[in-house]
T-cell receptor, first 111, second 113 residues
């Protein structure tokens, strides 16, 4: 079983739509959680950290459910510029900063 | 003023050759990493150095040898290249263990023919 699992998609949505991505992780000792964004042929960039209490950054909302080992990302009012691959990332204590990436979920926002 | 720069951006080479990829960061970070992204898009860590000391070495073939002459540089040398080594290799840096404020380089697309 992969350490971090995501539905690779692609998710094709119209502009203005709300879209949600999910991610599950297998290691209950996982400590920190992130969503990264990767544009085609570019490096990954941190989108937001994910906290147990849930957190929001503009149109983006991230949620963490430790009991179910589940992370989500909600994007409201999708823009064309949101088209990218969204990577779910976890770390766990004592791993000296290693990031464990999911395969990524591809989002294509269409006009 | 690039924070993490890696060269070359593209590398096409024949099987059996030896090649190096260079990485430099000007962020003053203590920790540097090499990640590999394969054709299925999975990003996996290969190595990590903290202040020139190797701290992570994930089951990578010993044809891959990282070298960190100082904490601002982490190079990757690959011997006897194989077709399966074709991938995008990303260098990254962070403030140190427990600091997940990563900055990635723009990647080196290696193609072995």
């Amino acid at each position: 079983r992969k350490e971090v699992e995501q539905d690779p998609g692609p998710f094709n949505v119209p502009e203005g739509a709300t879209v949600a991505f999910n991610c599950t992780y297998s290691n209950s000792a996982s400590q920190s959680f992130f969503w990264y964004r990767q544009d085609c042929r570019k490096e990954p960039k941190l989108l937001m950290s994910v906290y147990s209490s849930g957190n929001e950054d503009g149109r983006f909302t991230a949620q963490l459910n430790r009991a179910s080992q589940y992370i989500s990302l909600l994007i409201r009012d999708s823009k064309l510029s949101d088209s990218a691959t969204y990577l779910c990332v976890v770390t766990f204590s004592g791993n000296t900063g290693k990031l464990i990436f999911g395969q990524g979920t591809t989002l294509q926002v269409k006009p | 003023d690039t924070a993490v720069s890696q060269t070359p951006k593209y590398l096409v080479t024949q099987m059996g050759n030896d090649k190096s990829i260079k990485c430099e960061q000007n962020l003053g970070h203590d920790t540097m990493y090499w990640y590999k992204q394969d054709s299925k898009k999975f990003l996996k860590i290969m190595f990590s150095y903290n202040n020139k000391e190797l701290i992570i070495n994930e089951t990578v073939p010993n044809r891959f040898s990282p070298k960190s002459p100082d904490k601002a540089h982490l190079n990757l040398h690959i011997n006897s290249l194989e077709l399966g080594d074709s991938a995008v290799y990303f260098c990254a840096s962070s403030g140190g263990q427990g600091d997940y404020g990563y900055t990635f380089g723009s990647g080196t697309r290696l193609t072995v023919v």
